[in-house]
């Protein structure tokens, strides 16, 4: 009797050791390197004279556009008053094959009266502390996973994603489907002659008579 109040009191305080335990992320089944999205505002406060912008503004603005590398995956805002300083930022904008959108980020600095705010809002992707080698591969006692798991997969997934938004929320769907769509790579897959109805090619590894 005496031994098996032993072995309960025994149990009794590796449960509780075990649930005292520290949390250890590695130890789950999810990688600990994973993408990070951040957001980053670049602002241009552009002259302007009357609604419009001041002779000149349009040129500098799309230098200024250039120089960013704006692109898809962009958002670019207007802040002020729109007249039609807002549809000659838009001309410039689409040359990028972008739109100007509605309601501007906040951002720092007081807007002069006479200027005009445009702002272009840039996310970026990348997996922080990868490659990280900061631990042994082996031994692992712990059962756990390896420092640098995941760094090479997501790190190339931050870095070939078009728009990093799409990480944090996906696409949302514009309620339209094409059935035919859908299908045709599944057609092409199902269509196409097998390689191997023609016979194999005839090779020779002898060099040609002259």
């Known amino acids: 009797m005496r031994s098996k109040f032993l072995l309960l009191a025994v149990g009794s305080t590796l449960a509780a050791c075990a649930s005292n335990a520290p949390d250890v992320a590695s130890a789950g089944i999810g990688p600990v390197n ?125 870095a070939m994603v078009a728009n990093p938004e799409d990480l944090v929320h996906g696409r949302e769907s514009s309620g339209l489907s094409d059935a035919r769509t859908a299908t045709k790579p599944v057609s092409v897959y199902r269509n196409a002659v097998p390689t191997g109805t023609k016979g194999l090619m005839d090779i020779s590894t002898k060099k040609d008579d002259q």
């Open 34 to 158: 994973v993408p990070v999205v951040s957001r980053a505002h670049y602002v241009y406060d552009a002259a302007t004279y009357g609604a419009a912008l001041a002779p000149g503004e349009t040129d500098r603005l799309d230098g200024w556009f250039r120089g960013l590398g704006v692109g898809y995956g962009d958002n670019i805002y207007v802040e002020g008053e729109a007249g039609l300083a807002r549809g000659q930022v838009a001309e410039v904008a689409s040359r990028y094959g972008l739109t100007v959108l509605g309601g501007a980020p906040a951002t720092g600095g007081a807007l002069r009266p006479d200027a005009f705010r445009v702002v272009v809002s840039r996310t970026e992707a990348r997996v922080p502390n990868c490659p990280n080698w900061s631990g042994d591969s082996q031994p692992n006692f712990g059962n756990t996973m390896a420092a640098n798991y995941g760094c090479g997969v997501n790190s190339n997934i931050a």
